[in-house]
């Protein structure tokens, strides 16, 4: 790079000296040929993490080469193996393949609007009555909230609200003439 310095943080911009320790990312991506990442500190390489998105990662720390030794490396000729071109076969003189027609194409058929969903059922004997909410959960919240403990003869209630509050995101939905109840489609309070 220059006589002050080996390499420049890849955060900071600040200079890295020869033969002092920096930090480089443990993940591959980070360290190949086009991209390596160099950080001054741990807290310049921890910057970094946000825009790269990695599951598991920590820093490794380095030590910068001495001038000599960058200079050697800088001057040696980097010895990329290239890529032997293959021989392109000769054509040989044959009569050419015959072209298969191509088949008529066939008329589009006119597109099928989808009919409207059905309109909601009537609440009936024939929807099952069972508990909707999760009882632990519910309990967990309540304590953590309050300290107090849940009945679990609270649960049918709820659950009874929770029917009413979907038969009413049921019914903005069909007349959003829609199969799938969004989160729109739930009544605010």
């Not at 086009?34 to 921890?46: L, R, Y």
């Not at 649960?155 to 939905?173: Q, T, Y």
Request: charged share 30%; aromatic share 6%; net charge positive.
């Amino acid at each position: 790079m220059s006589d002050e310095g080996w390499r420049r943080c890849s955060s900071c911009r600040d200079t890295i000296p020869f033969q002092t320790p920096y930090y480089t990312c443990n993940v591959s991506t980070c360290n190949r040929r086009n991209t390596a990442f160099v950080f001054c500190t741990v807290s310049c390489w921890d910057a970094h993490l946000p825009t790269m998105n990695h599951r598991e990662a920590w820093a490794e720390e380095q030590c910068s080469p001495t001038a000599a030794e960058w200079k050697r490396d800088q001057a040696a000729p980097k010895s990329i193996p290239k890529a032997t071109p293959k021989p392109i076969p000769k054509a040989t003189p044959k009569s050419a393949p015959k072209a298969t027609p191509k088949p008529a194409p066939t008329p589009r058929e006119p597109q099928r609007r989808m009919p409207p969903p059905t309109p909601p059922a009537a609440p009936s004997d024939d929807v099952p009555r069972e508990i909707l909410i999760v009882a632990s959960r519910l309990k967990e919240y309540i304590r953590a909230r309050s300290g107090m403990n849940t009945s679990d003869r609270a649960l049918a209630p709820l659950s009874d609200l929770v029917r009413e509050i979907c038969d009413r995101a049921i019914e903005a939905a069909h007349r959003d003439e829609r199969k799938t109840v969004l989160d729109r489609d739930i009544p605010s309070r």
